[in-house]
């Protein structure tokens, strides 16, 4: 596999706060909601309402906001490619976990059912 030190890092410093409103705007463009956003975000990281608005608001890094976050027990189930890596591959825990955020908002984008998108049984 390549090295992807470089690209690890770069992830880790980039500020959540930056990719948040492309987030939004990916969902609303396919006919989701902000709050839809919101509840594949939380069953990701367990962040509620309040406490996602605090981490926007203290434009904390990628880093920080996943080495907040109670990462779902059933995260590991999330497969599939994800900007040409596939997540259950990516070696980085917090390169990983971005990716596992990318691929849920990619899959609410595209319509995918809710209880499918949060690996519900």
Same mark, same amino acid.
């Given at each position: 596999?390549? =090295?992807?030190?470089?690209? =690890?890092?770069?992830?880790? *410093?980039?500020?959540?706060?930056?990719?948040?409103?492309?987030?939004?705007?990916?969902?609303?463009? *396919?006919?989701?909601? *902000? #709050?839809?956003?919101?509840?594949?975000?939380?069953?990701?990281?367990?962040?509620?309402?309040?406490?996602?608005?605090?981490?926007?608001?203290?434009?904390? &890094?990628?880093?920080?906001?996943?080495?907040?976050? &109670?990462?779902?027990?059933?995260?590991?189930?999330?497969?599939?490619?994800?900007?040409?890596?596939?997540?259950? #591959?990516?070696?980085?825990?917090?390169?990983?976990?971005?990716?596992?955020? =990318?691929?849920?908002? =990619?899959?609410?984008?595209?319509?995918?059912?809710? #209880?499918?998108?949060?690996?519900?049984?």
């Amino acid at each position: 596999m390549k =090295d992807t030190s470089k690209h =690890d890092e770069r992830i880790a *410093k980039m500020l959540f706060a930056s990719v948040y409103p492309h987030y939004v705007t990916k969902v609303e463009k *396919k006919g989701r909601t *902000k #709050e839809e956003l919101h509840q594949v975000i939380e069953w990701l990281t367990a962040y509620n309402e309040e406490t996602l608005q605090e981490l926007l608001e203290a434009r904390v &890094t990628f880093e920080t906001f996943f080495e907040k976050a &109670t990462l779902n027990p059933n995260a590991h189930l999330i497969k599939g490619v994800i900007c040409g890596y596939r997540v259950e #591959e990516i070696e980085n825990s917090l390169t990983q976990q971005v990716r596992y955020l =990318d691929k849920l908002v =990619d899959e609410l984008a595209r319509g995918r059912k809710m #209880e499918k998108i949060l690996r519900e049984p």
